[in-house]
Nanobody, 122 residues
Framework: QVQVGESGGGLVQAGGSLRLSCVAS????????VGWFRQAPGKEREFVTA????????RYADSVKGRFTISRDNAKNTVYLQMNSVKPEDTAVYYC???????????????WGQGTQVTVSS
């Protein structure tokens, strides 16, 4: 059994920064790639970024490239999403998920957190 939980969401002004955390427990954390996805009301869930098991490889959606950074600290069983220069379009519920590969496809992930709300104001 693997449990995943996100934290760090909240209200932030456009141009500001926010850091989300994803903590996993239940199995060896380093066995899992981790992805971040987001979903706004009325929209499909979309890929944001993902990181490999070791943390040596990452992927980013074009919409966040250069602004967001994913990282992981396996000793703390935590993956971070550093969000800089946020835009109102970034407003969504953000989910982290664990899987066997750092895929852009949500179907590749087996374990999901409950999500944390990020709201970017103008």
């Amino acid at each position: 059994q693997v449990q995943v939980g996100e934290s760090g969401g909240g209200l932030v002004q456009a141009g500001g920064s926010l850091r989300l955390s994803c903590v996993a427990s239940g199995r060896t954390f380093s066995d899992y790639a981790v992805g971040w996805f987001r979903q706004a009301p009325g929209k499909e869930r979309e890929f944001v970024t993902a990181i490999s098991r070791s943390g040596s490889s990452t992927r980013y959606a074009d919409s966040v490239k250069g602004r967001f950074t994913i990282s992981r600290d396996n000793a703390k069983n935590t993956v971070y999403l550093q969000m800089n220069s946020v835009k109102p379009e970034d407003t969504a519920v953000y989910y982290c998920a664990g899987g066997s590969a750092y895929s852009t496809n949500s179907d590749a992930y087996n374990y999901w957190g409950q999500g944390t709300q990020v709201t970017v104001s103008s």
